[in-house]
């Protein structure tokens, strides 16, 4: 385990925690590797149903990209560094429900490593912004794709132009956000969220987050057609028998993960 991310089981929900506070948890390469390795064994895991991540301390769920590692980056070193694998589409992609649980700070990459994840629960005290313009930049973390799918054009074009950060309940108003917790709360009410959907067949879990994330890339027409055959796909599965079969006998479904 990495001294920068720390990872903690609760149950079948595992969470990892970027541990960086005296930098408000920015992304650097250390982070990045260590997500996509502990990313790679928590998919083979069939102890972990959901995975949650935040950000260490009480101030900073991840102020963006390390912008020390852009000091002296040549072009080249710099699209060697974004190649794939990528934090953020393996969380897109992930074969699990990932949660972001966001304490604080959501900034550049962190609030595009926030939007790659299929739930965003914040505090209240949770701040929300892409300030790479103040850089001279623009999002690389998939930010400027992933967020007027989330949010719209618009305001998309108002946060990225501007670089202004948002405060949680104006980033739900828009759709950023999910869920805003009193930020005391934040932890335990993230934490229930997580076992509730952990507590469901892992199996139907990974399809239902594979037809709804297909709605981002696929037409319509086609979307709802791959939606038929991935609902076909778990028509023959034991979990559907055995929900369907509680159902009738009015008791707890026993999911098994076929
Ligand atoms: N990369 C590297 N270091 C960062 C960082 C980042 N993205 N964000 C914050 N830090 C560091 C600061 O340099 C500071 O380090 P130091 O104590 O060694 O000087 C420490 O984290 C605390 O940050 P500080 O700026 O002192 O806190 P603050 O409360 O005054 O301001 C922010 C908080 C988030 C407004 C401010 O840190 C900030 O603007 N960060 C950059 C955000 C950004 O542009 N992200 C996109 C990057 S592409």
């Given at each position: 385990m990495s001294d920068v991310l720390l990872v903690e089981r609760d149950g079948r929900v595992a969470i990892l925690t970027i541990n960086r506070p005296d930098k408000l948890n920015a992304l650097n390469t250390e982070v990045r590797d260590a997500a996509v390795k502990?990313?790679?064994?928590?998919?083979e895991d069939d102890g972990v149903g959901v995975v949650v991540i935040t950000?260490?301390?009480e101030k900073s769920f991840i102020a963006g990209a390390e912008i020390g590692e852009f000091e002296g980056r040549t072009p080249f070193d710099q699209r060697d560094a974004m190649s794939s694998p990528r934090i953020f589409?393996?969380?897109?992609?992930?074969?699990?429900?990932?949660?972001?649980?966001?304490n604080g700070f959501c900034l550049g990459g962190g609030c595009e490593l926030a939007m790659s994840c299929d739930i965003?629960?914040?505090?209240?005290?949770?701040?929300?912004?892409?300030?790479?313009?103040k850089l001279g930049l623009i999002p690389g973390g998939g930010g400027t794709q992933r967020m007027p799918r989330l949010i719209g054009t618009g305001q998309t074009m108002r946060l990225m132009l501007t670089g202004d950060m948002i405060p949680a309940a104006e980033a739900k108003e828009i759709g950023l956000?999910?869920?805003?917790?009193?930020?005391?709360?934040l932890r335990e009410k993230t934490l229930e969220l997580a076992h509730k959907i952990a507590a469901k067949s892992p199996l139907t879990l990974k399809i239902a987050k594979e037809a709804i994330r297909a709605a981002e890339r696929l037409p319509i027409e086609d979307g709802i057609t791959y939606e038929r055959d991935l609902f076909c796909l778990v028509f023959s599965t034991e979990d559907k028998a055995e929900g369907v079969k509680a159902f009738l006998e009015k008791r707890p479904a026993e999911w098994k993960g076929r």
């Open positions: 502990i990313l790679g064994e928590l998919a950000g260490a301390g589409d393996l969380m897109a992609s992930f074969p699990k429900p990932v949660i972001a649980m966001i965003r629960v914040a505090a209240d005290s949770a701040r929300f912004g892409q300030p790479e313009i956000v999910e869920i805003v917790h009193p930020a005391a709360e």
